[in-house]
């Protein structure tokens, strides 16, 4: 049964600094991987997805690992802003993408 | 381009009612997917939908059922309400299993 676990599960960061977030799963054969973000009481914004075969992927500021063997994902936020605070989830698709399965997210408070 | 839409926005129920969440699929999507959301914690995917089928199950019980349209949208119904089914209910589109896309969810409060 694949488990998906966020580390940490809150962090609180002074405006400017690079950050790392963590998600680990259990079964490392999944189809791919997506990370998002959660504004309080607000659906989810999708920010990047790594398909299973891929290493890492990138878009602005944000850049997303995966190393299936060790079962982890990070995503790595440069030059943090206030408006980067949020609850970030990471979603695991099983093979074949008929279930995804959430971690209970990190939750990060960017202070001016 | 017209993104996932739920509704209603917010619903409030009681015991043992039965309630209706429905969605609308980005354009272009075949695929819609439920998820529950407690507060605190992260969605739990309830079910997926693809081409009018049901395509995987969570740990839900038989009381949560849906369907697909032929225009790939989609219902949520959840039968003899629980205290415990009060939470965000969120819908994602895709194409295939790609990509998910999610709407901004429906709040179900059952009293």
């Known amino acids: 049964k694949q488990e998906v676990t966020q580390i940490p599960a809150a962090l609180s960061v002074p405006e400017g600094e690079n950050l790392v977030l963590n998600c680990s799963f259990t079964?490392?054969?999944?189809?791919?991987l997506q990370w998002f973000r959660q504004d309080p009481g607000k659906g989810l914004t999708s920010l990047l997805l790594i398909q299973s075969s891929q290493r890492e992927q990138t878009s602005g500021r944000l850049n997303a690992s995966l190393d299936k063997s060790s079962g982890r994902s990070t995503l790595y936020i440069a030059a943090s802003q206030p408006g980067d605070s949020a609850t970030y989830l990471c979603a695991v698709g099983n093979t074949g993408g008929f279930k995804t399965i959430f971690g209970a997210g990190t939750r990060l408070f960017v202070k001016a | 381009e017209t993104g996932v839409t739920q509704s209603p926005t917010h619903l409030i129920k009681t015991r043992g009612q039965q309630v209706t969440l429905r969605c609308s699929s980005q354009s272009g999507h075949n695929t819609v997917s439920w998820y529950q959301q407690a507060l605190g914690q992260g969605p739990q995917f309830i079910f997926q939908?693809?081409?009018?089928?049901?395509?995987g199950r969570g740990n839900f019980p038989p009381r949560f059922s849906g369907l697909q349209f032929p225009n790939y949208s989609s219902e949520l119904n959840v039968n003899a309400l629980e205290l415990d089914d009060s939470a965000l209910y969120l819908c994602a589109s895709s194409l295939g299993s790609g990509e998910q896309f999610f709407g901004p969810g429906t709040r179900l409060t059952v009293l």
């Open positions: 939908y693809y081409r009018e089928e049901e395509n």
């Open positions: 079964d490392s054969a999944i189809y791919n």
